[in-house]
């Protein structure tokens, strides 16, 4: 079998920045194994699959070790794809996915992605994430992460989390998150439960950090940065039970895969 897969920096206007993203176009599906394989050769932190489908397009997305419900800079990345490599004049692309229909627009250099929106709730603490972070956070709250809230953006930048501890935890991945400096809120993401120790810009986490946000500044429309190493910025617009996440994306490389 031979298919051609490129890879996209998500949430970056040049390459070496942002998150990187394998997005496969198929025409028929493979085997869920072979699709794991892909993503586990590839050893990004996502691999997006899309198809044609009746309204759209089916997205699925996997990580080197599993396929998850949600992901958000592989979105960017297949939207990406669509509009630029394969040169859809569509203004607007669904796609069918495992968390419902998303949307994502063209608006001139950048792509606005229409998320479900996620509402964290306060938490008891488990005693292994303050262990794996061995720093006290300010607040915990809970969704499908912990969100972890903290003082100041120096704060952010200075965890250094033990991944084998926090693997261990029984939600998906741990945000943290402060004030931004230059933005109005900035986070790092780690989720080594999924093959992830800290992910570049993850566009999933801002569907619980907009709202939270949100409520905290009394503000729709809230810019935000997360502080990996190569690092993204995220324009994010809280709609009620949905989450408006903008970014632009790069094609770094277009390859074929023979299996």
């Not at 999924?194 to 950090?209: K, M, Q, R, Y």
Request: with cysteine; hydrophobic share 45%.
């Amino acid at each position: 079998m031979q298919l051609r897969q490129y890879q996209v920096d998500a949430f970056s206007d040049q390459v070496f920045g942002g998150n990187p993203a394998a997005v496969v176009p198929l025409s028929t599906w493979p085997d869920d194994a072979v699709l794991q394989a892909i993503a586990a050769e590839n050893n990004l932190s996502e691999t997006a699959f899309f198809s044609p489908s009746q309204k759209g397009f089916r997205l699925r997305w996997f990580t080197p070790v599993r396929e998850v419900d949600l992901c958000g800079h592989a979105t960017l990345a297949s939207a990406h794809v669509i509009f630029q490599e394969l040169a859809s004049s569509a203004a607007e692309v669904l796609f069918e996915t495992h968390s419902g229909e998303l949307f994502v627009k063209k608006r001139g250099a950048w792509l606005e992605m229409d998320f479900p929106a996620s509402h964290a709730v306060p938490c008891p603490v488990p005693e292994i994430l303050l262990r794996g972070l061995a720093r006290p956070p300010v607040e915990v709250l809970a969704a499908e992460d912990y969100l972890v809230v903290v003082d100041d953006e120096s704060d952010v930048l200075s965890y250094v989390p033990d991944h084998n501890l926090l693997a261990q935890l029984d939600l998906r991945g741990v945000i943290v998150t402060a004030p931004g400096r230059d933005v109005d809120f900035v986070s790092r993401f780690f989720a080594p439960k999924f093959g992830i120790p800290e992910d570049p810009v993850t566009g999933s986490a801002h569907c619980a950090l907009a709202p939270y946000w949100a409520n905290r500044t009394g503000r729709d429309r809230l810019a935000a940065r997360q502080l990996s190493r190569r690092g993204g910025y995220i324009d994010c617009e809280v709609r009620g039970k949905r989450v408006l996440l903008s970014g632009q994306a790069v094609t770094f490389m277009i390859a074929d895969i023979f299996f």
